[in-house]
């Protein structure tokens, strides 16, 4: 089974294994990766069931999607507490304009960087300056260090609380919410996957 690098989703994953899995008397063996690398991996065959962020899928066909998050991960603007707009009660896109804008390689998050960009068109806003970081790590570290501003996943942030303010913001649809999500393509998964669902 393959795991997003991604604490929260590690921690949703094994619940649910322990919950559902392990009493299917199966071996399961983990790996944790980038979300590209683990679709790509199933792809070969070298894994048979990912767990990551439902965005991770967004380009892809021919997947079977089970949600296992409890709640719908929401997008937040996320700043150090030591930036001056951290003060401020609410956050826009209008607020950060000017900021650099932290966002994941293609290699990380395929289309995170197209999904940054319209939501500033949408909200009728040029964006000045984006940057682009290898994975969730640096993107996390950036913004502790008060390198730039993200527009991340709440979820991915909860372990920085004490460090890094999060502002939701109304710009993006709901629709844009992300659920915690097994993904497989193998039909001998399907009876054991979905009567646990």
């Excluded at 949600?67 to 603007?77: F, L, S």
Aim: aromatic share 6%; glycine share 4%; hydrophobic share 40%.
């Amino acid at each position: 089974m393959g795991i997003q690098n991604v604490t929260a989703i590690r921690d949703i994953t094994l619940q649910y294994t322990n919950k559902h899995l392990l009493n299917e008397n199966k071996t399961i063996e983990f790996l944790v990766a980038p979300p590209g690398d683990l679709l790509e991996k199933m792809d070969n065959g070298e894994v048979d069931i990912c767990s990551l962020i439902s965005f991770a899928t967004l380009n892809r066909k021919n997947l079977k999607m089970l949600e296992i998050g409890t709640k719908r991960e929401k997008p937040v603007i996320a700043i150090s507490k030591d930036h001056p707009l951290a003060k401020k009660e609410k956050l826009t896109l209008e607020d950060i304009k000017d900021e650099t804008i932290l966002c994941f390689e293609k290699e990380y998050a395929e289309d995170a960087e197209i999904r940054i960009r319209k939501d500033f068109i949408n909200a009728g806003i040029e964006l000045k300056q984006i940057k682009k970081l290898k994975n969730i790590q640096e993107v996390k570290l950036a913004v502790y260090m008060n390198q730039g501003v993200a527009l991340i996943l709440d979820l991915v942030m909860e372990d920085l609380l004490d460090k890094v303010k999060l502002f939701n913001f109304k710009e993006m649809d709901s629709e844009e919410q992300a659920s915690i999500s097994l993904v497989w393509k193998d039909t001998q998964w399907d009876d054991l996957l979905q009567s646990n669902s």
